[in-house]
């Protein structure tokens, strides 16, 4: 009886730590909105006369 009494008190322990659902969180605590510059200045904006270093091209790599 002893093992059963051991089992008993193992399963008490169980259910005690896990035998229940943690607490809901809210989506709105699992998200923080910012502006992604301090003064929401842009800071790379579009320059048409750099904007061909964008990209990647193994042509223009090897001096072709």
């Given at each position: 009886?002893?093992?059963?009494?051991?089992?008993?008190?193992?399963?008490?322990?169980r259910?005690?730590?896990?035998g229940?659902?943690?607490?809901?969180?809210?989506?709105?605590?699992?998200?923080?909105?910012?502006?992604?510059?301090?003064d929401?200045?842009?800071?790379?904006a579009y320059?048409?006369?750099?904007?061909?270093?964008?990209f990647?091209?193994?042509?223009?790599?090897?001096?072709?």
């Amino acid at each position: 009886m002893s093992a059963e009494h051991a089992m008993d008190a193992a399963t008490a322990a169980r259910l005690e730590r896990f035998g229940r659902l943690p607490e809901r969180i809210r989506v709105e605590d699992m998200t923080v909105s910012q502006p992604a510059t301090p003064d929401g200045s842009v800071v790379d904006a579009y320059n048409p006369e750099r904007s061909w270093t964008q990209f990647s091209c193994l042509a223009l790599d090897m001096g072709l």
